[in-house]
């Protein structure tokens, strides 16, 4: 079974920055990805960031690329989501997820969630 807790939500103005952690534990390696999402009030999941579990791959979406930067410490099994040049949109609850990815879309796989962090950013 896999458990996914996410930290290091907040409130950030506008060009700030935020780094989310996902810790993980369970079978993560069964999936190929592990990946951030986010839920916006009124708007659909989406996916942010993928990266895999097994090479150095990634996927970004086109509203993050430039700003938000994935990256594994496989020693913590920790997933992290780098946030710079935050904007207003950005604001939702990120979730992160076992997940597989394409070169255009990254989705959650297994009904693996973690229960969220808010990010709000706002002046």
């Known amino acids: 079974q896999v458990q996914l807790v996410e930290s290091g939500g907040g409130l950030v103005q506008p060009g700030g920055s935020l780094r989310l952690s996902c810790a993980a534990s369970?079978?993560?390696?069964?999936?190929?990805?592990i990946g951030w999402f986010r839920q916006a009030p009124g708007k659909e999941r989406e996916g942010v960031s993928c990266?895999?579990?097994?090479?150095?791959?990634?996927y970004y979406a086109e509203s993050v690329k430039g700003r938000f930067t994935i990256s594994r410490d496989n020693a913590k099994n920790t997933v992290y989501l780098q946030l710079n040049s935050l904007k207003p949109e950005d604001t939702a609850v990120y979730y992160c997820?076992?997940?597989?990815?394409?070169?255009?879309?990254?989705?959650?796989?297994?009904?693996?969630w973690g229960q969220g962090t808010q990010v709000t950013v706002s002046s």
């Open positions: 997820a076992t997940a597989e990815f394409y070169a255009s879309d990254c989705y959650g796989i297994g009904g693996n």
């Open positions: 369970g079978f993560t390696l069964d999936y190929s990805a």
């Open positions: 990266i895999s579990t097994h090479d150095s791959s990634t």
